[in-house]
Structure formats: C-alpha cells, structure tokens
C-alpha cells in the first residue's frame, strides 16, 4: 500500500497552475495544500517578498505583498530540478544529474521566469559531489540523502545522512567553484542554523542515538569546529521542527507539539509560544523554518505549506487542542477560517502507546487536550468507551452527518447508545485479490476461482499436480509465503475469522472453523515448489496469482487495473466478510471548550475525504478523480505540446521515432478521461462488497497476542490437533472475558 | 543526647524519604482507586469494588492457585531445605562444593534458564524419559495440571539454596552434646533431625517457612515464561489476574486485588507470627 | 576527639578486621566437631556424600546445559529445539551434550558483529550497578538506625519494611506507576532504579545482621567521643562486611533478574530494556543466540557467587536470622 501510495503521489506530482491562499487577519495562511491544489512541495525558498515553491514539475511564486500565486511550468525537459534555493537575492536550482557510470553530477543554475514558464540560465556550477556517496556495510553504493539546505554568502551548506542513519555530515560547497568540504560529522547533528559571529548553531541528539529524544542546542564555530553546548532543548520525546534563527534580534524559533515557540537570546527560559503550527511531524532531521518579513514565519511539509504571524500579540483569544497523529486537513482550514478567534494546535507528536497517559489523563480530570485521535480499535478507546470517558455528540449537524454513514459505522461510533466519535481516517483491512493477468494466462475464469478458505486450500495442495509443469514460472501466492503456507494461511484465517466477530459473542469452536481447519490440517502443500529468483524476492505482478494485501475501500487514488479485491468466506453460498480500521476523533469529557470541539468535529464531518465520505457513506455514488487529477492532466497535456514541438525542429530521421512517442501519448491522453480513482462501476462493486462490512472494534484476542501467535504455530506444525486448538482458543477467550475490562 | 538527636535524623532520612515516596506513600495513596469506579464522575464506590472482585471468577480463580502454589511450594523447601542443611552440617569436610551448588541456582535469571526447563519437561524430554523407564505413561507436563510440576520445580530449584544456608547457619550452633546423646539413645537420621534437631532450631525454622512462603507468592515470574498471561487455568495466579487488568488499564481492579492479597499476607503472616511467639514462650517456659 | 585514645581502644578490641576475623575462626571451630563425631559420622558420610552428590548434579544440571547448548552452531541447536512439542509417543528427544561442530560463532556474533545483544548486557549491568550504588549509599545507615538507635515509631516502621517485604510486586505496582508518572520518572531508567534502592528485603537483612553485634562494641567507640558517624564508618560497617557482601550477592541477583519492574515501567522505552526481559523472545528468533545470551549472562552472577560465597554463609550465620 505504501509503494502504492508513494506512486500516487509521484503521479499527483506531474504539475499546474494557479493556487489559492486566503489571507486570515493575522496574517495566517495555507497557501498551497495537497488535496485542494493538488501539489506536492520539494522545497521552497524566499527571495524578497517572494515566496517560491517548486512542486517537482513547476516553480510557484507567492508574492507577500499582494497574496498572489503564480505558476510556472517546466520549460523544457532538462530543466528538472531536485531544490531550489536563494542565495545572493536570486533563486537558484539544485540538479542531480545521473551520468552512465551511475555517478552523481550535481550542478547549480539560476533560474530565470519567462512568461509562464521557468529555465535554467547561464553555466552552471558543478559541485564536488564525491563524498555524497558511501559505501555500505553489504558493500553497496548509495548516495548519501540530504535536507537543511542552507546558504550563507558564497557557500552552499547541506546536512547528509548516510543509509544506516549513523552518520550525519554537515558539507559545504563554495558558490563559486564548487568545491566541496565536510566541516563536520557526527551521529547526533540534527539541524544547523546560520548564526551570528561566524558560526553555526547546531541541534544535537543527546545520547548516543540518531533517534534520541532529548534535544540540545549547541553553537558550533566554522572556523574553529568547536561545539559549545548552549541548552537543552527539555522538549521531553515531541520532536523539533522549523528551527529558524533572527541575526537582527536574536531570535531563535521552533516548533514542537504543534506551537511555534520563540526564544530570545538562546535562553531557553524565555521560550514563549507565538502562534501554533499544525504541521506533520515526519522528517528524519529538523526542518527549517524561514522567517519573512512582516513578523511572519514560513514552513511546509510534503503536503501544505503554512505562513504564521509571529507576533504574540496577535494570538487568538482561544485554542483547541487536538492530540493524534493527523494531517491538518480541508478540516481544519475550513474551521480555522470560520473561527479565527480561535488557534488550533494539532499536536501530532507521536507517541507510543498512549494508552496509559491517557487514562491517567482521565483519572486525573486533565482539561489540556480536547479533541482526541484514537484508534476505534485501539486498547485506549476500548478503556475510554468501557468507562464512560467519552463526550457525547449532540450537535444537530453531526448526528445528520453521521445518520447517512452505514449502519455498521454508525454503530461503532456509538458507545453506550450514545454518539461520541466522528471519524476522520479509514483503512481497509487487506484481503485476498487475485490478478487478472495470471488468472488469463493459466486460463481460468472468475467462477473457477475458491470462493470459500476451504476451496482456497484445496486449490493450493492441487496447485503442485495441476499448474505447475504447465506454468512453472507462475506461483499461487508470493513465493516467500510458500515455505511456511500453513502458518500464513492459518495467520489468515484466524484473523479473517476474528475481524467479523463481536469480542463478546466471539467463539472459536464452531462447524465452519472446524472444518477449514480441518481442511488445512489434511491438506497436502509439498507439491508446490517455485524456485526464488536469487535476490531472494521473486514477487512480480505478474507471476502470483493470489495476493493477499489487496484493498477493499475506496481511495484518493484508485485501484491498480489488474488486481482484483477477492475477499474469502468461511462457507459456500455465505458473503465474505470485508472489515475496516477506522480513526476517529472524540471529545475529552473534561474538555473546558466542548462547544469548540463539538463545531470542530461538525467541520470534520462536513469537510470528509470523498474516498472517505465514498467508503462510509452508501448515498454517495458519484464518480470522483484521483487528487491532483487536473494537475496531472494539465502537465501531461503540455508535455505533449513540447513534444510535437521538439518533433517539429527534430532531425529528419529522429522524426519517425517522435511520432511514435506522439501517437502513444496522444492514446495515454485519451484515456485520461476515463481515469477514476473510484469510477461508477468501483463504487457498485464496493458497495456489494460492503454489505458484510464490519467495523473493527477493541479486542484482547486481537492475532498479535503472544499467547495466541504460539498456539497458531503449534497447530500449524502439526503438533496440536483442530479440536485442542479450537478449545484452547476458546479457554483463552473465556478467560479473557472473565476478567472483564 | 542532641548530637544523638541529629545523627538519628541524618542515619535515617534518606533511607526513611525513598520507603516513603517509593514504597508507603503509593501504598496508601492506591486505596483512594480501589473505593472508586473509575469513571467519567470517579464515583465514590465504598467497599463494591470489593465486592465485584471477590465476584470475579478469574481473581478467585488466580488467588486459589496462588495459595496452592504457595502451599505446595513453601512447605517443600522448607523440608527439603532442612533435610539437605541437616546432611551437610553433618559432614566432616567443609562440604564446600555442596554448598555452592545448592545455592548457585539463586543467583540464576529465571529467564535465561527457561529454554532448559522446556527442553526438559518437554513430552518427549528427559523426565518423560525418567518417568517411562519407571514403568508409567508419558505426561504432558506443560499443559493442565501436571504443568504446576515444572513451576515447583523451578521455584525449588532457585529458592531452595538460600534456606539451606539459614538453616546451616542456626545447625552450627546447636551444641554437639545433643548430637551424641541423640545417637547413644540410637535415634535414626530422621528421628534425630526432626525429633531434636528442629526444634532447636525453630525460630530459624519459622523464618525460613516465612521467606519461602513469600518467595512462593512471587512465583509468577515461572508461571509468565512459560504459559504468558493466559497461561492453563490450572497456574493462572493472582498476579496474572493483576497484571492483566493493568493492561487493561483497569486500575481499580488491579489495586483491588493487590489490596485484597495484602490483606490475606498480613493475616497470614500475621497468624504465623502469633503462633510462633507462642512456640517461642513455651520453648523458653520449660 | 583524641587520636591516641581511639588508637588505645582499637589495640584493645583488635582491629575490626581482626575482629572479624576472630569471629569467623571462632565459628570455623565449632563447625570442626570433636574426634569421636568424627570417627561415628565416618560410616554415614559416603552414603551422604551420594545423596548430596546427585542433588548437586541436578542443581548444576540446567546451568551446565546452558554453558554447552551455547557452543552449538545455529543449525544445530534449531534442528533440536525443532524436535521440541513432538505429541508422537514414538519419539524422543535426543539427549544431546554435546555438538556435532563446536561453533563460536555465536558468540562472535553477540559480541562483536551485532551490538543489540551486548547493548541489553549493559542496560542490565547498569541497573546492577546503579541499584547496587544506591543501596550501598542508604541502606546500611538506615539499617543501622534501625537495629541500634531508639525513636518513636522504630518498631512500627520496621513493622512495615517487614510487610513491604512480604508483598509481591503486583501488589504495588499500580500506586507505584502512578507516584513515579507524577515524578516524571517513567519510562526513564530511575523508575526502575530508584524503588529498587529501598528494598525492603536487604534492609530487612542488614538490620538484623546490626542487631546481632555486640553492644559493647559500639558503645565502646561512641563514648570515647567518635561521634556516632564514626564509629558507624570505622567500627560498624568493617565489622558488617560479611552480610554487605551478602546483600550485595542477593542484591546482585535481583538485579540480574529483572523482568517485571523494566516491563512495567518502561514499556515504551525498548532501548533501555535489560537482557533478562529479551531471552523469551530470542529463544524463538534465534536459539543459538539465547543460548550464547545466557551463558555470558550467568557468568557475572556466577562471578559474584564466588567472590561472595564465603560472606553469604558467613554474614547470615552471623545475623539474627535464627
């Protein structure tokens, strides 16, 4: 899902134009963001009152003065760029260029606008980028990945993280040669900063790990390379964002746990918050702020990139504050127009497992965090719902929101008979696809396919006489699984049975899963042999006929053309049951601002996902893009354009292989209008799908329980009998409820 | 008698402040849980919790086994820790090999030997082996009732050194008049350990019953590594049951029952100490 | 205070090291009995010595195992583990000793290529060492107000050590997580340093080792003006050092086996897990690695035995604990 995902975004990165930021009174702003726009952000920089943001294809520009965004295309082919940066009041662009030996060139153009359109100008500076690749311990190359891109005067600064994480180098490029130096290397480096005096100011890792939560803030002497430890950061284990440092008034600011702290002169005792910062906490190294002028501050991540005021004094009357790990969403920018008298903090700081803190948060009638993000089946949720801890909804508009969902969902946001959760996030669970391909070239239809877990296992003890002298390339299922099948299947099975269940009816020794279990014990899989590819990893999308990661909701960005969702029964003739993993957001009952909460979670609902809104919500049919749609088209649309261009000035004998490019593209663009991420016919198999949908809820017998994973592999190795492992199962359970909650 | 004043003061406080902020004041602070429901309004319950718990099949369940191991185990070391003390006190060598021997086991982590233990009581294990060669059927000895086997026994193993060395202790100084008036009278070895030597060495007896019996109730370190929190009903104990619920996140079940089992350890304990002041006297009486 | 008296009185009671000494001769003696016990056990003694000799095999059985398992290459030592939870009457599980290919690599690999093993090692040497620390620095003093001075509530507070002792750990843990999350303690190694710093067992044992001490002994030197720091420095505490070094082997041992305290208290924190937690899960991951763990786990504990054998025996013979 996330190869899938990482895809989706990379295509929703094919390009634009012009984008829309509202201006709040103070100042505030999102001024690009990925699920109205459709862009994605690789860096930014500021040049002036000018805000320039390059989404992989084009360069934006946000003017401060006038809140205008303009767009400007890729001009030509070369002109990719992997960041931008400003140095000496002009924009410059930082490109990798992979030559044939697989070495890295790295070069340094201006870049210049023309019309809609930006270029790369002038002779390039070639940077010595041989020390950004290393070897690793198997003996690999790899290039070494890099952020806090900074510039001070006639050098370039960059922070480098080797491929173990273990070292950290902060390098420097001279402007005008290109020469490169490491000025300094160091496991526990951070972040960097330009600061006052020659020096740099550092954030360091206390301890001996890259990941070690406590923070501290050393300066750090070019010149010298001396670190001197100016404090710690007591940050506790939020970890540290946008750090970003005023020569003029010696300012230091950062964000941590969604606010935006400023601290005057390196006394961290004068730490003050000046505004919040809802942005997603992902990166492996500190991110840097940019401070603008005006008192406002810059940062982004992947998908928003915001503007804060940072005067103090300007700070709404009243916050919210949310906990969870979430995207600040059309959500949240929806409310936050609405209400900008009121700041909201969306503290993503992860954390572990919670699920103590916030009981003892409960216990203890703690009023700091209204609005919750939990897990529906998290342990946390089943303690809070279990004890009363929830706040419940009465807003009119919620619960008519919430009356369109399914049945199902309305159910699980219930506790008690009373509506408490709204959901904000869901993931389908993964079940059996098969692939289309496969299923043609071994020459079967749909209806020959096992409809039941028992059919599946015998379709794979006959796989070994029946397919593979035949097709000796293709394989049932990821080759991988096949050395241990028996614990993979019954790993499915086992959590394929529990998913639909309720914890309190939930019983183990029933016909069907006697019988299925049965059939797996009687089964016979030794006759299946696929020889693994060297590497070890032989999975292809085009050998494997079962996968059994295939989604059964609806995304942002649609399903893969060739797999097909093909969920299991447990009986012939009954409906395989599909289940979902939702987030949801609820209300802390001790919360000072319900009223606030309650509205915010009113614009959660009102402002949901389409593939989310599509999922849960049987009404809504209707066709939707995939985010970013128009973005893509309109970039591949004028890729096009530059190709009959470029055809028109090509060599006569380069002509004909232009044309053919042309044509294919021409067909790719044609077929662009029928791209759905979730098209009529989608929606219609979805909603067959889901009329056996389940909603998962807390459960103490949930398969990562240790007990439970030693008895799968008991009976698994054949060393316990169905009937001992059903009745163990169910003493386990029993024992579980009756010990209650 | 002021420099004594301070000295008493400095000796004790630290010391005195860990006990409190560690040990008492937590102790008494998590009442206040077990008289409440834990709820949106942490309602004031009074003694229900009480109530609930001793309702609750599986803490009756976990508070039964705990006191059967326990009275299994306790017992068991002590005789077999007197008996071995008794043997080695009798020998004319230091017996120093012995000594260590026993009493190694004690410094063992429990989990680092727990792989030899399943290999041992596996079905087809070594004792399996020794109890075929005398003639019975094999047992399934990690599943079910026979599973307490291996749990005394492990406990056996570890605990039985350090009562050994009580018991050594308190043998040496029983005068050797006794030993030879015992033998002229032609009292066997059992006779003379348990006619004559235990009761000498009573107080010493009782103390070693009290610190077997204490170690006993902190057996769930052996039950945990072999049977996890579900283990088979038949070694599910009380801290089973306690820590399960804190995972639960269920505190006012945990401190419930961890005050119900502190109350049944101080009757216990207490009783056993009243008995034994009451030996004492008698002992000292004659 | 005068020098020369303290000199006069220490050359009268020997020095606390000859004093010790003495009383550990005197103890010697009497376990050497007279000739006739000698002469009338003579029989007895080989059937004993048999008795005791299998007992002691199957006591050292488990930690020899240990030590040999550990020199079996990974191959091996899965292929027999596998033979483990075979329900077939028909089968048994060999009875190995020793290895087909003696294989240190294992070792090498804990100790040298892959760091996560050694990294739990000192993790749990830490705890050892810290716990061992704070122990030292607390309780003998507090054991020593214990055993000698007279205050209100002595008797009750020892009253309560000796029921804090009685307790299993489950019984305070609840009260216990929610004091060191008010203190800002959990999921920091002191959650599980400083509760153990107090332990109630060794406080138990060092106060009644003081009890037993003679009390001319520190009168002797608090009269004479040493103050009652200074005698509890230069006469207590030498005079103590059997039953120090046998707290400190117990001590050692509790610390060596951690499981429930690092569970509960640091939960979140994987890194700062000690060895005794992780051999359940390695003895499914990898077995030859749980065995080499093992092996070069015991081997301080086995250390600290025999550094501290002699005051193990010695100082509980010499507390009031019959």
């Known amino acids: 899902m996330n190869g899938k995902r990482i895809l989706a975004l990379i295509l929703g990165a094919l390009l634009a134009f012009g984008a829309t930021g509202a201006m709040a009174a103070t100042g505030d702003a999102v001024i690009v963001s990925r699920d109205t726009d459709g862009y994605n952000i690789s860096t930014a920089a500021v040049v002036g009152e000018d805000i320039y943001l390059y989404t992989w294809n084009a360069i934006l520009r946000y003017s401060l003065a006038d809140g205008q965004m303009t767009e400007y295309a890729r001009a030509s082919e070369g002109a990719y760029l992997n960041h931008i940066f400003s140095a000496r009041g002009q924009l410059y662009g930082l490109v990798e260029d992979w030559k044939e030996d697989e070495t890295i060139e790295a070069k340094v153009y201006e870049i210049a606008m023309e019309g809609d359109t930006y270029t790369l100008t002038g002779e390039p500076i070639v940077l010595d980028w041989s020390k950004m690749s290393g070897q690793s311990r198997d003996g690999y190359m790899y290039t070494r990945s890099y952020e806090n891109i900074l510039v001070v005067d006639d050098f370039l600064y960059v922070l480098s993280i080797d491929d173990s994480y273990e070292s950290t180098a902060l390098m420097e490029f001279s402007l005008k040669d290109g020469a490169c130096r490491v000025i300094f290397e160091n496991s526990n480096i951070r972040g960097v900063l330009p600061y006052k005096d020659g020096q740099f100011l550092a954030v360091m890792g206390v301890g001996e790990h890259f990941w070690s939560a406590e923070l501290a803030l050393a300066t750090f002497d070019l010149a010298s390379g001396a670190t001197t430890k100016v404090a710690d950061m007591n940050i506790g284990s939020n970890n540290l964002l946008g750090i970003a440092y005023d020569i003029e008034r010696d300012w230091l600011l950062y964000v941590t746990g969604g606010q935006i702290y400023r601290v005057e002169g390196l006394d961290m005792s004068t730490a003050r918050i000046v505004n919040n910062m809802p942005i997603l906490d992902s990166s492996t190294l500190t991110s840097l702020g940019r401070l603008l002028p005006g008192d406002r501050y810059l940062l982004y991540d992947y998908e928003n990139v915001y503007i804060r005021n940072i005067n103090p004094s300007q700070l709404p009357e009243r916050t919210l504050k949310i906990k969870g790990y979430a995207e600040a969403n059309a959500a949240y920018r929806a409310f936050s127009d609405a209400h900008p008298e009121t700041s909201v903090i969306v503290d993503n700081t992860y954390s572990g497992s919670a699920g103590d803190d916030l009981i003892n948060a409960m216990m203890a009638r703690d009023s700091s965090v209204d609005v919750y993000l939990l897990g529906l089946s998290s342990r946390e949720y089943g303690a809070l719902s279990e004890r009363g801890f929830l706040q419940e909804l009465t807003d009119p508009a919620i619960v008519e929101e919430v009356g369109k969902l399914y049945p199902v969902v309305q159910e699980a946001l219930t506790s008690n008979g009373k509506l408490v959760a709204v959901p904000y996030e869901i993931r389908s669970d993964s079940v059996f696809g098969y692939n289309k391909s496969v299923l043609e070239k071994l020459g079967l239809t749909e209806e020959q396919l096992p409809k039941t877990w028992s059919q599946m296992i015998e379709l794979l003890a006959r796989w070994g006489d029946e397919y593979q002298t035949d097709f000796p390339e293709l394989s049932p299922l990821d080759p991988s699984y096949l050395a241990e099948i028996r614990r993979r299947l019954m790993n499915m099975i086992l959590e394929n049975y529990m998913k639909g269940m309720d914890a309190g009816e939930m019983r183990f020794d029933t016909p069907i899963l006697r019988d299925t279990l049965k059939k797996l014990e009687e089964a016979d899989f030794s006759a299946i042999e696929i020889e693994e590819s060297e590497d070890g990893y032989s999975w292809d999308g085009d050998t494997v006929l079962f996968t059994d990661w295939a989604q059964v909701g609806l995304t942002d960005w649609g399903s893969s053309s060739y797999e097909v969702t093909w969920p299991l029964a447990f009986e012939e003739g009954a409906d395989a049951s599909v289940s979902m993993e939702l987030n949801v957001m609820v209300i802390n009952p001790f919360s000072e601002n319900k009223d606030l909460a309650e509205e915010y979670l009113k614009y959660v609902m009102q402002n949901m996902k389409i593939s989310m809104r599509t999922s849960l919500d049987p009404n809504q049919n209707e066709p939707y893009r995939e985010v970013g749609y128009e973005v893509n088209r309109r970039e591949a649309q004028r890729y096009f354009e530059s190709l009959k261009k470029s055809r028109d000035s090509a060599a006569e004998e380069d002509k004909k292989m232009y044309d053919e490019t042309i044509a294919e593209y021409e067909k790719y663009l044609a077929e662009y209008e029928d791209r759905w991420a979730a098209s009529a016919e989608d929606i219609a198999n979805y909603r067959e799908m889901a009329k056996t949908l389940t909603i998962n809820r807390y459960s103490p017998m949930q398969s990562g329980n240790e007990e439970i994973i030693a008895l799968i592999n008991r009976f698994s190795d054949g060393q316990m009998p169905v009937e001992g492992f059903v009745s163990a199962m169910d003493q386990k359970l029993r024992m579980m409820q009756m010990e209650g909650y | ?286 | ?322």
Not at chain 3, 250 to 256: G, K, N, R, Y
Not at chain 3, 275 to 298: C, H, K, N, R, W
């Open chain 2, 1 to 286: 008698m002021f420099k004594r004043k301070k000295s008493v003061v400095l000796f004790l406080l630290p010391g005195l402040i860990g006990i409190l902020v560690f040990y008492l004041i937590p102790f008494v602070g998590g009442v206040y849980y077990s008289l409440t429901d834990g709820g949106f309004e942490n309602k004031f319950v009074g003694i229900q919790n009480y109530v609930n718990i001793w309702q609750n099949q599986m803490f009756t369940l976990g508070l039964k086994n705990t006191m059967e191991l326990s009275l299994l185990c306790a017992p068991l070391v002590w005789v077999v820790s007197f008996v071995v003390a008794v043997l080695l006190s009798g020998l004319k060598s230091s017996g120093g090999f012995f000594k260590n021997a026993v009493l190694m086991p004690y410094l063992m982590p429990t989990s680092a030997m727990l792989l030899i233990w399943l290999i041992v009581f596996d079905y087809g294990g070594i004792v399996n082996r020794a109890v075929t060669a005398l003639g019975f059927d094999r047992v399934l000895w990690l599943a079910g009732m026979p599973m307490r086997v291996p749990v005394v026994v492990m406990y056996l193993w570890k605990n039985l050194g350090f009562s050994v060395i009580i018991y050594l202790a308190a043998l040496q100084s029983v005068p050797e008049a006794f030993y030879e008036y015992a033998r002229l009278e032609g009292a066997g070895f059992f006779r003379r350990a348990f006619s004559i030597t235990l009761p000498l060495v009573t107080p010493t007896a009782f103390l070693v019953l009290v610190m077997a019996w204490v170690n006993a109730f902190k057996i769930f370190k052996e039950v945990y590594f072999i049977g996890g929190a579900y283990p088979d009903p038949e070694i599910y104990t009380l801290q089973n049951y306690m820590n399960n619920m804190f995972s639960k996140l269920n505190y006012q079940m945990v401190t419930t029952a961890a005050y119900s089992f502190a109350i049944i350890v101080m009757v216990i304990f207490g009783v056993l100490f009243f008995v034994e002041g009451r030996m004492r006297k008698g002992v000292n009486g004659e």
């Open chain 3, 1 to 322: 205070m005068s020098v020369s008296r303290w000199k006069k009185l220490q050359a009268e009671l020997g020095t606390p090291h000859e004093r010790n000494w003495r009383r550990g001769e005197a103890l010697k003696k009497q376990r050497v009995p007279g000739a006739a016990r000698r002469g009338s056990l003579k029989r007895d003694s080989l059937v004993v010595r048999l008795i005791l000799a299998v007992l002691a095999v199957l006591l050292l059985a488990p930690i020899v195992l240990t030590l040999f398992y550990s020199f079996f290459p990974s191959g091996e030592i899965t292929e027999y583990l596998a033979t483990r939870g075979s329900y077939d009457v028909g089968k048994w599980m060999e009875i190995k000793l020793s290895p087909r290919l003696f294989s240190l690599r294992q070792y090498y690999r804990i100790l040298i290529e892959d760091g996560s093993v050694l990294k739990l090692y000192v993790n749990s040497a830490m705890y050892a060492g810290a716990i061992l620390l704070g122990q030292a620095l607390v309780i003998p003093m507090l054991a020593y107000a214990l055993s000698r001075f007279k205050f209100v509530g002595r008797d009750f507070l020892f009253f309560l050590i000796l029921m804090l002792m009685l307790m299993p750990f489950q019984v305070t843990m609840v009260p216990n997580v929610i004091t060191l999350r008010q203190m800002g303690l959990m999921n920091t190694v002191w959650a599980v340093i400083l509760p153990m710093c107090f332990s109630p067992f060794i406080i138990f044992l060092l106060r009644q080792y003081m009890v037993s001490l003679p009390n001319e002994l520190i009168e002797a030197g608090e009269i004479d003006g040493a103050g009652t720091w200074r005698s509890f420095v230069h006469v207590v505490l030498p005079v103590s050092r059997p039953i120090l070094g046998a707290a400190a082997a117990l001590s050692f041992a509790d610390c060596w086996n951690l499981v429930e305290q690092p569970l509960v208290y640091l939960s979140e924190r994987y890194d700062l897990q000690p060895l005794s937690v992780m051999f359940g899960q390695m003895s499914t991951d990898a077995p030859e690695i749980a065995f080499a763990g093992a092996a070069i786990y015991i081997l301080p504990a086995m250390f600290v035995y025999f550094f501290f054998q002699e005051d193990i025996q010695m100082g509980i013979q010499l507390s009031e604990l019959k």
